[in-house]
T-cell receptor
Framework: DAGITQSPRHKVTETGTPVTLRCHQT?????MYWYRQDPGHGLRLIHY???????DKGEVSDGYSVSRSKTEDFLLTLESATSSQTSVYFC?????????????FGPGTRLTVT | QKEVEQNSGPLSVPEGAIASLNCTYS??????FFWYRQYSGKSPELIMF????GDKEDGRFTAQLNKASQYVSLLIRDSQPSDSATYLC?????????????FGSGTRLSIRP
């Protein structure tokens, strides 16, 4: 998985609790992304980062926040988890972030909100 | 209208035959196109990318791009059972914008022995 790890790999949490997912890379790539994958919707971008402390919103950012204090780590936080955030979350990285740049994905985190 | 459309399948192809996967996109300004393979329970894996009109071949895989008709396809020759997976088409509309990569919902391919 191109030197990308995600933790935890599985998590069950209750509605209303905060949850933080971690993505760690060893490739020293500048761009990092968080996606969610749901049946019938494919992969949808939540947030991305183009450098330390530089982040921007994606297509489905409501209810999520991110932080990047080091090149290698990108955190996704669900401030108050809801059942609609039950999903598989993938982190991805790319070198330059330009349109022609390929993205490489981590192994994913399966999150269930009860 | 979805920005990137794929037939969800499943597409069933006999072993050894050619599998043809199609994808259409709505943004005429799209610049780059990717095919990812995703096995059940696993993460997407990049298998092909194409930027220019025409064909691009890599082993058993051929990507075809037609910008005028706004479609991109993936051909898999000599299909093997290990090719059974979901194939995601991804399109990037802006050459400088990381947020513009749009994924299709994927086509499930099943290779029958």
């Amino acid at each position: 998985d191109a030197g990308i790890t995600q933790s935890p790999r599985h998590k069950v949490t209750e509605t209303g609790t905060p949850v933080t997912l971690r993505c760690h890379q060893t490739e020293n790539h500048r761009y990092m992304y968080w996606y969610r994958q749901d049946p019938g919707h494919g992969l949808r971008l939540i947030h991305y980062s183009y450098g330390v402390k530089d982040t921007d919103k994606g297509e489905v950012s409501d209810g999520y926040s991110v932080s990047r204090s080091k090149t290698e780590d990108f955190l996704l936080t669900l401030e108050s988890a809801t059942s609609s955030q039950t999903s598989v979350y993938f982190c991805a990285i790319s070198e330059s972030g330009t349109g022609g740049d390929e993205q490489y994905f981590g192994p994913g985190t399966r999150l269930t909100v009860t | 209208q979805k920005e990137v459309e794929q037939n969800s399948g499943p597409l069933s192809v006999p072993e050894g035959a050619i599998a043809s996967l199609n994808c259409t996109y709505s943004d005429r300004g799209s610049q780059s196109f990717f095919w990812y393979r995703q096995y059940s329970g696993k993460s997407p894996e990049l298998i092909m990318f194409i930027y220019s009109n025409g064909d691009k071949e890599d082993g058993r895989f051929t990507a075809q791009l037609n910008k005028a008709s706004q479609y991109v396809s993936l051909l898999i020759r000599d299909s093997q059972p290990s090719d059974s997976a979901t194939y995601l088409c991804a399109v990037n509309s802006g050459y400088s914008s990381a947020s513009k990569i749009i994924f299709g919902s994927g086509t499930r391919l099943s290779i029958r022995p």
